[in-house]
């Protein structure tokens, strides 16, 4: 006994918020930040094999200015890292950030004062997708449930404020050096 009852057949009721989540998923303009293997495997999963554009996003950007997606493949030198930051700050509201391989996730079998243990340390990471190097097949699930948070994020007034202090709280969180895990 709601609306669906009253209105003709062959009309579509949705949000407008659906209908934002879903053009914002289906235009995700990565920006590549490829510094070692990693790269090779995310440019490998924009070939015809596995076809990355199936999700929008094959128009890889090689200015931070158009794109909205960072992804970090590789090891980040402690050089390097200012420039990352940079790009990042460059990019266009909202973006988001794909922390590829284990080098860019936690410093991987590089524990030297060279390497910065985690990209988490310099931009907040939406996604972190694991392996040395990983599988373009690991890559594209990784689009996938980034495609899932994208159609989830929320609109509103106080969007911007929620992505800000959601970047502050992953900025302040506990660098992944100094977690404890079930072997420590």
């Not at 209105?7 to 510094?35: C, D, K, N, Q």
């Not at 050089?79 to 860019?104: F, H, N, T």
Request: with cysteine.
């Amino acid at each position: 006994m709601g609306i669906e009852d009253k209105v003709p057949a062959g009309i579509l009721l949705t949000t407008v918020e659906y209908v934002a989540g879903y053009s914002r998923m289906h235009s995700v303009w990565p920006a590549t930040f490829g510094l070692a293997c990693c790269a090779i495997e995310m440019m490998a999963a924009g070939s015809p094999d596995y076809d990355v554009s199936r999700f929008g996003m094959e128009y890889f950007q090689a200015t931070p200015r158009t794109a909205d997606l960072m992804v970090v493949a590789g090891r980040v030198s402690q050089k390097m890292a200012p420039v990352l930051r940079q790009v990042y700050d460059q990019m266009s509201e909202p973006k988001w950030v794909i922390s590829m391989g284990v080098c860019a996730s936690s410093g991987g079998m590089f524990n030297n004062y060279a390497i910065l243990q985690g990209v988490d340390h310099i931009v907040p990471v939406d996604i972190y997708l694991p392996g040395c190097p990983p599988r373009p097949e690991m890559f594209l699930n990784a689009c996938v449930a980034l495609h899932e948070q994208i159609q989830a994020t929320p609109l509103g007034v106080n969007r911007v404020t929620a992505a800000r202090a959601a970047e502050a709280a992953a900025l302040a969180a506990m660098p992944t050096h100094q977690m404890k895990g079930l072997l420590a």
